[in-house]
């Protein structure tokens, strides 16, 4: 039997073939945020000269990605982005994903618009058939919170505000606070919704004031989903 570690240095390895074998050299590739976008990094840093750069989605993945002497650029210098490879916490049979259990769902979201392609990678306990077991993130303006709480708890939902885990000087932010994304945003997290609709749950709480973004992943769904078990490695296209 595998940890769940090495199945997602499984994934992160199949993922390194897949943008090797598939984007030309000389390409800027998107990279996501996570652990498993994480073992991603560490998989394609030896192959670093393949890429003209990198467009991260987070602070954590921009220092992972220096250490290992990518050139990480400025997503408004990029023209096009062929590629864009990231984690999920959640992902249902069309390729729709529940993202943001790290913190980076605005930035992932931007790149993930960006790119021709997103390959999603993770282990097979990501896969559900109906999102909605892990808590939705919504991230928002925080003077906005109370009205935001409100909506999404008239959609069923059970609002939690997220905590911050660690201090983090840069952001002025210790474990007795709210967490504070990289773009000066909080994080609610709503359990306990079934979404059967992620189209049109993405659409509506989009539509709520003082939403950044909603970590349902549908119109920027997976085209691709690499995903481990115990048989190894399957490739899912949507
Ligand atoms: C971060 C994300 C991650 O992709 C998601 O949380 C999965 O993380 P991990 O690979 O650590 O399980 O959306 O905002």
Known sequence: MYTQDQ???MVAEAAKDEVLKNMAPGGILGVGTGSTANL???AIAPHRAHFAGVVSS???STERLQKHGFKVLDSNSVPSLPMYVDGADEIDPAGHMIKGGGGALTR?????SMAKQFICICDSSKQVSVLGNFALPVEIIPL???IVTQ???KLGGTVTLRMAKETRSDLGQTPSQPYVTDNGGWIL???GLKISNPLALESQINQIAGVITVGLFAKEKANILLVSNASGVSRITF
């Open 7 to 9: 199945l997602k240095a």
């Open 40 to 42: 991603f990094i560490d």
């Open 58 to 60: 987070s602070q954590a």
């Open 108 to 112: 992932e979201k931007i790149i993930a």
């Open 144 to 146: 906005s919170r109370g």
């Open 151 to 153: 909506e999404l708890t």
């Open 189 to 191: 997290d709503v359990a």
